[in-house]
């Protein structure tokens, strides 16, 4: 999704505008798809991770219930959606034609993932994180391709973009479906009448509806609260930042999401303390990792800004350090919630990180009301998700019944000094180190990154740590001993 749209920034701030309040719009609705990807991922990693599973009879379930889902949606989308498309968005009359194409590429788009999910979850049960790797570069070189023909099309740019972009994503569905098939039985689709299975993975899905509504909310409602306030520009400005968060979250997402796997499973074979001991190894390194990609950037925005567009909106600047800043503090808290998942009992959970996270809308919209600059909402989303942190370590402990000392030991008391240690260094190096070009850019992105490296190795990781770590770079990079 991030490496397509950086074809819009050579298209004008208008047009991107226009694409993020739709792709918002739409993913306003995935809130429902990110419950079943929780539910049908947890559900047949638990059974693989069981001796005697079930998978075959959860994928069949979990599969009819994602048909089902794809006609309401199919239904709401072409009725109130369109509704609410045409008159109530604030987009110019002159480019609506391209904005109704814009919103049904899109609504096909989603729908097209919606069937897909199963497939998808299946492949992550199975811990087959090569697949990802090698669909996700033909992927992301048929999304640059898009480039050429939008720079030989005579047509309107946004609305061949969006159509690639559909095409694109239904051929990389038929792939991972096609591989599932002739490698995994179970995903040979058969109506299951065991209403059991049914059960199970709706209100698993139910539970964690609040919990996915509220993040959906915070971020897509916020982007047309920005919209109505402040209008297209912003959201421009928006959109830049959540893709360069994209970009660097995209590296996380693939650890975080070859480590979910093991989680479930040492909860389905009751090892309790090797499951705590991925959680906790999970946060700490998914933060490093980010902070180790993330810093150079959040040090010099606004020349990376500069570098990368021809035109930078106003807020971009900010709106980048926020979302990066939120991002890092999120990583600390997908391994936990993992953890609930796998255990499911996430009542607790859902009802707490719900309630809490709702409450980023109407503050939102108050401190907007009241004459603040946009970027009051990224503050107002940056001190919850710090609450949400400390509710989530609360549930853990409550659920697993385990200490929150050790994760407040081994992880929080290890990275606050790794945090404020790397961050100086490279605030310092932006001083002596003139990054006032491309090369000079490099230099202090190169210089930044050594010294995050040494920090994180000294204070970030303990002695077992970075032994691994040596171990596993002298066995990929180093010569063999004669």
Request: net charge positive.
């Amino acid at each position: 999704m991030y490496t397509s749209r950086i074809v819009l920034n050579t298209l004008g701030i208008e047009n991107y505008g226009i694409y993020d309040i739709i792709g918002g719009f739409v993913a306003f609705f995935s809130v429902v798809s990110a419950t079943m990807v929780a539910s049908t991922q947890r559900f047949l990693t638990f059974e693989l991770g069981k001796k005697e599973g079930h998978s075959q009879e959860v994928f069949g379930a979990a599969m009819t219930i994602h048909i089902v889902l794809a006609l309401i949606l199919l239904l709401l989308f072409e009725t109130v959606g369109l509704w609410f498309l045409n008159a109530k968005l604030n987009i110019a009359a002159e480019r609506m034609h391209a904005a109704n194409w814009v919103y049904q590429c899109s609504v096909l788009t989603f729908l097209i993932n919606i069937l897909s999910i199963p497939y998808n979850a299946t492949i992550i049960a199975h811990e087959k994180m090569n697949v990802f790797a090698y669909i996700n570069i033909l992927e992301v070189t048929l999304k640059l391709l898009i480039v050429y023909f939008l720079l030989i099309s005579p047509v309107d740019q946004l609305i061949l973009y969006a159509v690639l972009v559909l095409c694109v994503a239904v051929f990389v569905r038929f792939i991972y479906g096609a591989y599932c098939l002739r490698h995994f039985p179970e995903t040979r689709y058969m109506l299951i009448r065991e209403k059991s299975y049914y059960k199970k993975i709706t209100q698993f899905a139910g539970l964690n509806f609040l919990g996915a509504s509220s993040y959906i909310l915070a971020g897509q409602g916020i982007n047309l609260l920005l919209n109505l306030f402040f209008g297209v520009t912003v959201n421009a400005a928006r959109g830049i930042a959540l893709q360069v968060e994209g970009a660097i979250m995209k590296f996380v997402n693939d650890f975080t999401t070859a480590l979910n796997p093991q989680i479930t499973k040492s909860y389905a074979c009751e090892d309790k303390d090797y499951m705590m001991e991925l959680v906790c190894r999970g946060s700490k390194y998914s933060f490093l990792l980010f902070l180790f990609l993330a810093l150079p950037v959040m040090v010099e925005t606004p020349l990376v800004l500069s570098i990368w567009l021809k035109e930078v909106p106003e807020y971009t600047v900010i709106f980048v350090r926020f979302s990066l800043s939120i991002a890092m503090l999120n990583t600390l808290s997908a391994p936990l919630t993992t953890c609930v998942l796998a255990t499911g009992n996430i009542k607790a959970m859902s009802l707490w990180i719900g309630t809490v996270r709702l409450c980023v809308l109407p503050l939102a919209y108050l401190f907007l009301r009241w004459g603040y600059p946009p970027f009051i909402v990224y503050a107002v989303v940056l001190l919850t998700d710090m609450l949400l942190l400390f509710v989530r370590i609360g549930i853990v402990t409550k659920v697993v019944r385990y200490s929150a000392v050790f994760f407040m030991k081994t992880v929080i008391l290890r990275l606050i000094p790794v945090l404020l240690l790397s961050g100086l260094s490279a605030v310092l190096l932006s001083r002596f180190i003139a990054a006032d070009s491309f090369v000079g850019l490099v230099a202090f992105t190169v210089t930044c990154l050594c010294v995050t490296a040494g920090v994180v190795a000294y204070a970030g990781l303990n002695d077992t740590e970075r032994t691994y770590v040596v171990t596993m770079v002298r066995s990929k990079w180093g010569k063999p001993k004669r």
